[in-house]
C-alpha cells in the first residue's frame, strides 16, 4: 500500500523557486486517492451539481460524490436539498435516474416514503401486514440524513464531514473580490451544458487551469488575441488561484444584439476577465456579459468528468432570439476546454514515470499552481494530524 510520505508534502510546502510538486502516488495510487477523498474532498466545500440540475419542484437528481451517493431535490416551496441517497430502513438506494416526484419519494424495496423536505411519512406493513406503524419505530428520528450545502451561482456545494467554516467565511475573499457579479445567473439552454470525459486525476486539471503560461502552445486561437502577456496572476493562499486577462472580446454576430452585460458592472470589467479555481474541485469563469462553472467528478485516480455549464446575465438570453449566439459562445468555450485535453491527460501518462519527482515550478509563471498543491499538501497534513 502506498502511503503519503510526510516528507514529500513538505517538499511542496517550500516557496516556489524551491518547492517540489505533488508526487506521482497523487495521480496514480487508489490508497492515496482514497486518502485525498476524505482529507481533501469530504473535509471542504466541494461542488457536486447545478442549481439548473433539478430546476422545478419535484425534481430530484442522484450525484456519485467519491462512491458517496446524493441526493439533489427540489421541494414543493422551491427549497433545494442535499441528502444522502440512502433509505433509512435498509441502505436501499432512493432514486436511480434524474426524474420528477410527484407525490412522495419512495423506496423501492419496502416502499417507505419521504416528503422532498427530507422527514419520513410512511411506513408500510412495518408493524406487521396491514399495521404502518410501531412504537419502536419512531419516524421523527428516521429522515433522510442531510448532507451540509451551500449554493452560490447556482454551484451545489457540500461539505460531507459538515466540519467545514461556513462558505461564506471560507470565500470571504472572492465573494468580495467578485462582489459585482453578484447579481441572478441564468442557465442556457442544452447548449450550454456539456461534459468531457477526460483521462486524467482531478488535481491536474485544477492545475493546468490555474495557469496562462500554456496559453501560446495550447491555445493559438484565444492567445492571438488575448495574449501571454494579457494575463495577471490571481492568487489567495488557501482558497483559490487562477488567471486574469485585460483583453476580453465580447462575442458578436451579425444582425443580433449582444448578450446584455451584468447591470452595475464598473468600467475595469469592460475587456477583462477572471478565471479561477475554487478549492478543491470548481473552476469558474467571469466576463461582463456571462459566465461559466466547470465541476470536476473525480471518477478514479485515472479518470475525471468535467462538468460544464454556461450562464447568464438576464433571463430574456434564455429565450429563442438568444440561441445563435449561445450555440456559438457554447462553440468556442467547448473548443477551448477540448484543447486542455491532450495536455492533461498526457500529464496523467507521464505520472507513470517512476523517476518523476513531482517537477519543478517557474518561480515567474507557476505561483498559481503551485499554491493548489500547497493547499492539498496542507489539507493532507491537517488531516494526518487530526488522527494522530
Same mark, same amino acid.
Given at each position: 500500500?502506498?502511503? !503519503?510520505?510526510?516528507?514529500?508534502?513538505?517538499?511542496?510546502?517550500?516557496?516556489?523557486?524551491?518547492?517540489?510538486?505533488?508526487?506521482?502516488?497523487? +495521480?496514480?495510487?487508489?490508497?492515496?486517492?482514497?486518502?485525498? $477523498?476524505?482529507?481533501?474532498?469530504?473535509?471542504?466545500?466541494?461542488?457536486?451539481?447545478?442549481?439548473?440540475?433539478?430546476?422545478? @419542484?419535484?425534481?430530484?437528481?442522484?450525484?456519485?460524490?467519491?462512491?458517496?451517493?446524493?441526493?439533489?431535490?427540489?421541494?414543493?416551496?422551491?427549497?433545494?436539498?442535499?441528502?444522502?441517497? =440512502?433509505?433509512?430502513?435498509?441502505?436501499?438506494?432512493?432514486?436511480?435516474?434524474?426524474?420528477?416526484?410527484?407525490?412522495?419519494?419512495?423506496?423501492?424495496?419496502?416502499?417507505?416514503? +419521504?416528503?422532498? =423536505?427530507?422527514?419520513?411519512?410512511?411506513?408500510?406493513?412495518?408493524?406487521?401486514?396491514?399495521?404502518?406503524?410501531?412504537?419502536?419505530?419512531? &419516524?421523527?428520528?428516521?429522515?433522510?440524513?442531510?448532507?451540509?450545502?451551500?449554493?452560490? $451561482?447556482? !454551484?451545489?456545494?457540500?461539505?460531507?464531514?459538515?466540519?467545514?467554516?461556513?462558505?461564506?467565511?471560507?470565500?470571504?475573499?472572492?465573494?468580495?473580490?467578485?462582489?459585482?457579479? #453578484?447579481?441572478?445567473?441564468?442557465?442556457?439552454?442544452?447548449?450550454?451544458?456539456?461534459?468531457?470525459?477526460? %483521462?486524467?486525476?482531478? &488535481?491536474?486539471?485544477?492545475?493546468? +487551469?490555474? #495557469?496562462?503560461?500554456?496559453?501560446?502552445?495550447?491555445?493559438?486561437?484565444?492567445?492571438?488575441?488575448? $495574449?501571454?502577456?494579457?494575463?495577471?496572476?490571481?492568487?489567495? @493562499? /488557501?482558497? +483559490?488561484? /487562477?488567471?486574469?486577462?485585460?483583453?476580453?472580446?465580447?462575442?458578436?454576430?451579425?444582425?443580433?444584439?449582444?448578450?446584455?452585460?451584468?447591470?452595475?458592472?464598473?468600467?475595469?470589467? #469592460?475587456?477583462?476577465?477572471?478565471?479561477?479555481?475554487?478549492?478543491?474541485?470548481?473552476?469558474?469563469?467571469?466576463? $461582463?456579459?456571462?459566465?461559466?462553472? !466547470?465541476?470536476?467528478?473525480?471518477?478514479?485516480?485515472?479518470?475525471?468528468? #468535467?462538468?460544464?455549464?454556461?450562464?447568464?446575465?438576464?433571463?430574456?438570453?434564455?429565450?429563442?432570439?438568444?440561441?445563435?449566439?449561445?450555440?456559438?459562445?457554447? =462553440?468556442?468555450?467547448?473548443?477551448?476546454?477540448?484543447?486542455?485535453?491532450?495536455?492533461?491527460?498526457?500529464?496523467?501518462?507521464?505520472?507513470?514515470?517512476?523517476?518523476?519527482?513531482?517537477?519543478?515550478?517557474?518561480?515567474?509563471?507557476? /505561483? @498559481?499552481?503551485?499554491?493548489?498543491?500547497?493547499?492539498? %499538501?496542507?489539507?493532507?497534513?491537517?488531516?494526518?494530524?487530526?488522527?494522530?
Amino acid at each position: 500500500m502506498q502511503h !503519503i510520505q510526510t516528507e514529500d508534502l513538505h517538499a511542496v510546502l517550500k516557496d516556489v523557486s524551491q518547492a517540489r510538486g505533488l508526487p506521482n502516488a497523487h +495521480y496514480i495510487s487508489p490508497e492515496v486517492f482514497a486518502q485525498e $477523498r476524505q482529507a481533501v474532498l469530504f473535509e471542504n466545500w466541494s461542488g457536486v451539481g447545478f442549481g439548473a440540475d433539478v430546476p422545478e @419542484p419535484g425534481d430530484v437528481m442522484p450525484v456519485d460524490f467519491l462512491g458517496m451517493p446524493l441526493l439533489l431535490a427540489r421541494d414543493r416551496q422551491g427549497g433545494l436539498h442535499v441528502y444522502q441517497n =440512502t433509505c433509512r430502513h435498509r441502505g436501499m438506494i432512493l432514486v436511480e435516474e434524474k426524474r420528477k416526484v410527484e407525490g412522495a419519494l419512495r423506496c423501492p424495496y419496502h416502499s417507505w416514503c +419521504y416528503a422532498l =423536505t427530507g422527514e419520513l411519512r410512511a411506513t408500510p406493513h412495518v408493524g406487521g401486514p396491514g399495521h404502518n406503524t410501531h412504537r419502536e419505530v419512531d &419516524k421523527g428520528d428516521l429522515g433522510l440524513i442531510r448532507v451540509r450545502h451551500h449554493v452560490w $451561482r447556482d !454551484i451545489v456545494f457540500v461539505n460531507v464531514s459538515g466540519t467545514a467554516a461556513p462558505f461564506e467565511e471560507v470565500h470571504a475573499d472572492l465573494l468580495q473580490r467578485w462582489a459585482e457579479f #453578484e447579481h441572478p445567473v441564468y442557465a442556457g439552454g442544452p447548449e450550454s451544458r456539456f461534459e468531457l470525459d477526460v %483521462a486524467t486525476n482531478w &488535481k491536474l486539471a485544477v492545475e493546468n +487551469y490555474c #495557469e496562462s503560461y500554456h496559453l501560446p502552445w495550447v491555445h493559438p486561437g484565444l492567445n492571438s488575441y488575448s $495574449r501571454l502577456e494579457d494575463h495577471y496572476h490571481i492568487e489567495a @493562499p /488557501g482558497a +483559490y488561484s /487562477g488567471q486574469g486577462t485585460l483583453v476580453y472580446r465580447q462575442l458578436k454576430r451579425e444582425g443580433l444584439a449582444p448578450f446584455p452585460d451584468v447591470p452595475g458592472l464598473s468600467d475595469t470589467w #469592460e475587456t477583462a476577465a477572471e478565471y479561477v479555481a475554487l478549492y478543491p474541485n470548481v473552476l469558474l469563469g467571469v466576463h $461582463r456579459d456571462h459566465s461559466f462553472a !466547470i465541476l470536476l467528478q473525480p471518477i478514479s485516480t485515472e479518470r475525471t468528468i #468535467e462538468h460544464v455549464a454556461l450562464y447568464y446575465t438576464a433571463p430574456e438570453v434564455q429565450g429563442s432570439s438568444y440561441q445563435a449566439l449561445r450555440d456559438d459562445n457554447a =462553440t468556442l468555450w467547448k473548443g477551448v476546454f477540448e484543447e486542455d485535453v491532450f495536455v492533461v491527460e498526457g500529464m496523467q501518462r507521464g505520472r507513470h514515470g517512476v523517476l518523476f519527482d513531482g517537477g519543478r515550478f517557474s518561480p515567474a509563471m507557476d /505561483g @498559481p499552481t503551485h499554491l493548489f498543491h500547497h493547499w492539498v %499538501a496542507s489539507q493532507i497534513l491537517k488531516g494526518q494530524e487530526a488522527q494522530a
